[in-house]
């Protein structure tokens, strides 16, 4: 993951940072520039001005999800007004029960991958077709937990642009546990992300757009 830089003190900044270490400016991460910024107080309390390029002007709030630790994106007046949600976490369908403290620090780990997952589809300029967009196919993600006697443990998997993830993928020790047993050296959230986007992008960009023949003549 690339580091950003204060603009307020030039202070390298990381991806999941809420202030600077430095100056201790609030930041957020605006999407539209995949960036992260710094910022100043807006007029009321949950508004903050970003100092990135062209948005000084512009009020904007965190994420509803800020206030459990879990986002540090930012909401234009445009997107606050459909919804407390940033862009990435729109997509969330269901999140486990935060009131169990477990759920939540599982869940703030889940969430940084994911948001790390969304930085670089901004950055591709892959399309993202939301479920509101498309109910069928569109994009959106269920972090189930098993159910408590064990009796139906949840699948991690993708089917039609319905992403299931375990939460207890974000257990570390049980998830070093099941990479080393089953082989593989690469099990990490970000990876279980990465893989199952792989398959709502074959259904949107190769099945569905016409793409298999091209496919096929490049990869076999």
């Not at 940033?86 to 009131?99: G, H, K």
């Not at 889940?110 to 589809?121: G, Q, V």
């Not at 570390?172 to 959230?189: F, K, S």
């Not at 709502?200 to 793409?211: A, F, H, P, V």
Request: a negative charge; glycine letters at 6%.
């Amino acid at each position: 993951m690339k580091l950003f830089s204060c603009e307020c003190c030039a202070q390298p900044l990381f991806f999941e940072n809420t202030r600077c270490e430095s100056c201790h400016h609030a930041v957020g991460y605006l999407h539209k520039v995949a960036d992260l910024t710094a910022l100043n107080p807006g007029q009321e309390p949950d508004l903050w001005l970003p100092m990135e390029p062209g948005f000084e002007s512009v009020p904007h709030r965190y994420c509803a999800n800020h206030a459990h630790d879990a986002c540090n994106w930012l909401l234009s007046p445009e997107e606050s007004a459909r919804g407390p949600l940033c862009y990435a976490c729109q997509f969330n369908r269901t999140i486990p029960d935060l009131a169990d403290p477990r759920n939540l620090e599982r869940w703030r780990k889940i969430e940084i991958a994911k948001h790390r997952l969304f930085h670089a589809l901004i950055r591709l300029r892959l399309p993202i077709v939301s479920r509101l967009q498309d109910p069928e196919n569109g994009l959106a993600f269920d972090f189930l937990e098993d159910a408590p006697d064990g009796s139906a443990p949840v699948m991690t998997g993708h089917s039609d642009g319905l992403i299931t993830l375990a939460i207890r993928e974000a257990d570390d020790a049980q998830r070093e546990r099941l990479r080393v047993e089953m082989g593989e050296y690469y099990r990490t959230l970000l990876g279980h992300f990465r893989h199952e986007i792989g398959h709502y992008y074959w259904n949107l960009l190769i099945r569905d757009g016409g793409r298999i023949e091209r496919c096929r003549a490049v990869f076999g």
